[in-house]
């Protein structure tokens, strides 16, 4: 019986002729957006690659130096694109994609991609992603709105029932056909995108393709039946398919461009975080003060007096490390703990904030899904916070590579006069410091991340369903 | 007639729960945003203040340090002289009466003073830096920074006026007219209407009316509501000018759907399909057009990446490096500190710095110039293809006259790079000169003031995007008076 009614409805829709526009113009999108995502992938791909290879090199021949100069010298980080970031590009644009890594500094990625583009960027990218959040839900909704209220407006719903048919296969048999049509136009799409990942999917970071795929499909398929159920639930509920279709634009609306802002706004306003300015100038002072309040001068007076006592010497020309080199390590470390303090709380107010958009997704469905969808992807917010780490790491390592070989090398220089007072170092000396790597976070952990959302998602499915049964199961048989 | 029909419409209107739900809708969106846009307003404003805070206190020490010496020297009957560069504090001339220092070490902020419109369209001014670091160095150092922002919210975007008003008034607005003729039909009381002793067009206008009345009202009312609860400088006539070309924009925007709802309605088909089509273009011009012409502009002219920008800047720096003389000099030219008190070379190494900066700005600002001009050609694709829908027309519209526009920050850089030479040829020339710095001199020290664009240049910027609308809207109001001679009053 089910199967019948599938059929029935799959039919109808099908040679609906404004299902056709919609169709063309869905199958026109997707594939425009996946192609366009595609190029712009592997252009940004290569455009990183060669240019991490690129400094990677200018660190090695940046001429013969004094070590510590070429920690000043430093090199860049240029972040890598996830695994499936042609169909997601997450916040690829509006988060930097360089970092710099110098001596001293701990500096807040740089070069965003949206300053440099036009304020219509601001509207959204068209993708893979932004197309199944937004606009299949639309679609869902113009294929089903009538699928009850047309039937009772034509009087056919009363015949349907004097002919036994029980009202849950009618809502199953009807979910099915529809489904059945949205996936029509949906799937030949994704063969395509599935080609585009083929040809990139080699080259990419992250891993774990397969299991990527199939947990993202699985998200989208989950948010495709939630709105597939409410439009069904609406459309039994509804006294007219008019107002059927008004509520659920409105909730379209409402969850596909209000929620997103709304969440976004409300989490600033929960936690809000500063502006350059005032981060810059807080964490400035902070430096000069000291972490516990003891400016770093007299902390690096102390560390003298320290290594005085411990080689037994009383004079900076008798040390056997190259004071000036120790020196640099001090002040570099004692800004450890400073770096640390206030770039973390702006990286843990960033995640709070999203958590806190995430959690308002019980409002609104779109917020889990896009917080899935990024993160399987590999353009979230927990990987980019992962690389910032990463280049951090990074900077402390060859900062600390640079100032333990000029300490040891220049041991003999404590205290000589100036004309001779230095040493220089070759590129066999910067290539102690192993070139950047970017190892992005394991699949296990980004799917942990995402349990909650997964969890959420899976509530509003819970809930469509019911409340689809629930309406169904009191639907009048008669317009009143 | 006319009367009667307009205060029925209104009363009728006025009775539609829906409509005030969405009334009520627009009402709290229009509060929050306004809400939002002045914090986001507020703390761009505070970080700007904090930054310039930071380095003025740095300067103000320096200063105080000068004053002591000044001191010391007119007591002891000395000469006040020039320090070498030296940051170990000790006995002699203070770090403050070297022009070089003070000049590199310490930044200038240049700001761009928001206009009073600010709060209501956030446009690009949250990933731009509305505040700039002059310091000697380089043309690009100044402009490497960006604004701290979560990148998620930078994504979803500002919840601000501007996305009201080209969002969700235009729903507003088609919730009130889609069934404007249709529904009468449906209820067969148009027939009956039209027996009496008035036509089809008097009844549309008086229709017509009664809803651009509440449009206006609506339109008018909240913004000047939001303008009075954020906006800023109300005691000028430029924050009333941008105003008024706002709500010009805004009516005009509103106008656009308004005569769209009338036009679809003029061609007599049922509510529910005025409804589903009216739905169907305000997602097509809204939401996929936009997204479409940032997808053809960005894939057209692609602006060239920064990664190759930075790339090219570092191969500059190595190469300037490389011909600076002995890597002892370019040893103490990055570490001033270390050199030895009373090292006469010291001041040299300052030198070479800054012939090293030079030579990178030579190298890399014809880079930049070609970066410019490839964004440049971006916009001018979107600045043309923003025909294709009133949203962009709107948003770029809106952005102009909030002063958050892409133009007015490169006006913005063009006037903060000039400012930045002269804060490095003001300590340069005293530096190379020998020449201290006393403590009075801190007061001659270039000072950045922002030189607003004249108003007739915006309006000119403007004029693209407001003909634009213009045309678009005389277009689509002119139609339906065509189209009524054919209307077909009683339903078949």
Redesign the interface.
């Known amino acids: 019986m089910i199967a019948t009614i599938a059929r029935k409805e799959f039919l109808e829709i099908v040679r609906d002729g404004?299902f056709k526009w919609t169709a063309a113009l869905m199958v026109l999108?997707l594939v425009?957006?996946l192609l366009?995502g595609w190029?712009?992938f592997n252009?940004?791909s290569q455009?990183?690659a060669?240019?991490q290879g690129?400094?990677n090199t200018?660190w090695l021949?940046?001429?013969?130096?004094?070590p510590?100069?070429a920690a000043?010298?430093g090199n860049?980080a240029?972040k890598p694109l996830g695994p499936l970031a042609f169909f997601d590009s997450?916040?690829v644009?509006?988060?930097?994609?360089?970092v710099?890594m110098e001596a001293h500094k701990q500096n807040?990625p740089?070069?965003?991609?949206?300053?440099?583009?036009?304020?219509?960027?601001?509207?959204?990218?068209?993708n893979g992603a932004?197309i199944l959040q937004?606009?299949l839900p639309?679609l869902i909704i113009?294929l089903g709105f009538t699928a009850f209220s047309g039937e009772r407006e034509t009087g056919t719903l009363r015949q349907l029932m004097s002919m036994g048919v029980s009202r849950g296969s009618l809502l199953w048999g009807k979910a099915a056909g529809i489904a059945a049509a949205v996936l029509l136009v949906v799937l030949p799409c994704l063969a395509v995108g599935a080609l585009a990942l083929a040809a990139t999917g080699l080259q990419t970071v992250g891993g774990g393709i397969g299991t990527r795929v199939a947990l993202i499909g699985g998200a989208y398929l989950g948010y495709a039946a939630v709105f597939l159920f409410l439009t069904l639930a609406v459309s039994a509920w509804a006294k007219t398919?008019?107002a059927a279709?008004?509520a659920l634009?409105g909730f379209w609306?409402f969850t596909a461009?209000?929620m997103?802002?709304?969440?976004?706004?409300v989490?600033?306003?929960v936690e809000?975080?500063?502006?350059?300015?005032?981060?810059?100038?807080?964490m400035?002072?902070h430096q000069k003060r000291g972490i516990d309040g003891i400016s770093p001068r007299i902390r690096l007076a102390e560390y003298r007096g320290e290594l005085f006592r411990k080689y037994g010497v009383s004079r900076v020309q008798d040390l056997p490390v190259y004071w000036?080199a120790v020196s640099m390590q001090k002040l570099e470390e004692l800004d450890h703990p400073v770096f640390e303090q206030h770039y973390n709380a702006?990286r843990d107010?960033?995640a709070r904030?999203?958590r806190l958009?995430d959690r308002l997704g019980v409002l609104a469905p779109l917020l889990p899904l896009r917080s899935i969808s990024m993160t399987l992807a590999g353009t979230d917010?927990i990987q980019?916070n992962k690389f910032m780490a990463e280049t951090e790491v990074f900077r402390r390592n060859m900062v600390l590579k640079m100032n333990t070989y000029l300490s040891q090398a220049a041991a003999d220089l404590n205290g000589v006069?100036?004309a001779t007072?230095?040493m220089?170092a070759n590129e066999d000396v910067f290539a102690i410091v192993p070139p950047f790597r970017y190892e992005p976070p394991a699949l296990r952990d980004v799917i942990a991340s995402q349990a909650g959302n997964f969890t959420l998602l899976a509530g509003w499915l819970l809930a469509a369903i019911l409340l689809a049964l629930v309406a169904v199961k009191r639907m009048s048989l008669e317009r009143n | 007639m006319y009367r009667l029909i307009i205060s029925h419409e209104t009363r009728s209107l006025a009775r539609t729960g829906a409509l005030w739900a969405i009334l009520a809708l627009l009402v709290f969106a229009i509060g929050f945003a306004a809400f939002a846009g002045g914090r986001a307003i507020a703390r761009q404003a505070k970080g700007a203040a904090d930054a310039v805070a930071f380095e003025n206190g740095e300067r103000a020490k320096m200063r105080q340090d000068t004053e002591a010496y000044a001191a010391e020297v007119a007591a002891s009957g000395g000469t006040y002289e020039f320090a070498t560069v030296n940051h170990v504090p000790g006995r002699g001339p203070p770090q403050g009466t070297n022009a070089g220092v003070v000049g590199a070490e310490t930044a200038a902020y240049v700001a761009l003073p928001p206009t009073g419109l600010a709060a209501l369209s956030i446009g690009q001014s949250d990933v731009q830096l509305n505040y700039l670091p002059a310091s000697m160095g380089t043309t690009l150092d100044m402009i490497k920074n960006l604004e701290t922002e979560n990148p998620v919210n930078l994504q979803t975007g500002p919840f601000d006026i501007a996305f009201v008003v080209i969002f969700l008034l235009p729903i507003f607005i088609l919730a009130m007219t889609y069934d404007l003729l249709s529904s009468e039909k449906e209820r067969g009381t148009l027939a009956m209407i039209l027996a009496h002793p008035v036509s089809l067009r008097e009844l549309m206008a008086s229709k017509i009316v009664a809803r651009a009345a509440v449009i206006l009202a609506v339109v008018v009312g909240f913004g000047l509501l939001a303008l009075l609860s954020v906006g800023t400088q109300l005691d000028q006539t430029e924050t009333w000018v941008r105003f008024a070309l706002w709500i010009v924009a805004t009516l005009l925007y509103s106008l656009f759907w308004f005569s769209l709802a009338v036009l679809v309605n003029v061609y007599g088909r049922s509510s529910a399909t005025n409804g589903t089509i009216l739905a169907g273009i305000w997602l097509i011009l809204v939401v996929v057009v936009p997204t479409l012409v940032s997808l053809v502009a960005t894939t057209l002219y692609p602006a060239p990446s920064r990664m190759d920008l930075i790339v090219a800047a570092r191969e500059a720096q190595t190469a300037g490096e490389k011909n600076m003389g002995s890597a002892l000099d370019r040893f103490y030219s990055e570490h001033m500190d270390q050199v030895p008190t009373g090292d006469q070379r010291a001041m040299d190494f300052l030198t070479l710095a800054q012939a090293n900066a030079a030579n990178i700005e030579k190298a890399l600002l014809p880079l930049y110039e070609q970066f410019r001009e490839q964004s440049l050609h971006q916009e001018g694709l979107v600045q043309r293809f923003q025909y294709l829908s009133p949203a962009i027309m709107m948003q770029l519209a809106l952005n102009e006259i909030s002063g958050t526009s892409t133009a007015r920050y490169q006006d913005f850089l063009d006037q903060a790079f000039r400012f930045r030479s002269q804060w490095n040829d003001f300590f340069a020339s005293r530096f190379l000169k020998r020449e201290p710095l006393r403590p009075e001199d801190y007061d001659q020290f270039p000072t950045f003031s922002y030189v607003p664009e004249p108003l007739t240049t915006v309006l000119g910027r403007l004029a693209t995007s407001l003909a634009g609308l213009l045309l678009v809207c005389a277009g689509v109001t002119l139609l339906p008076f065509v189209g009524l001679r054919r209307y077909q009053v009683a339903a078949r």
Do not use: C, W
Request: glycine share 4%; no cysteine.
């Open positions: 404004r999108l425009t957006s366009a190029q712009r252009s940004y455009i990183q060669t240019a690129s400094t200018q021949k940046q001429g013969d130096k004094n510590h100069s000043h010298y860049y240029f997450g916040i644009n509006y988060a930097g994609t360089a710099f807040f740089i070069a965003r991609p949206a300053t440099d583009t036009s304020a219509v960027a601001r509207f959204g990218e068209l932004m937004v606009l639309l113009f398919a008019r279709l008004m634009v609306a461009f209000i997103p802002k709304t969440a976004a706004e989490s600033r306003l809000p975080s500063p502006a350059f300015g005032t981060f810059m100038a807080e400035k002072e000036t702006v107010e960033y904030q999203l958009q917010l980019h006069n100036s007072n230095y220089i």
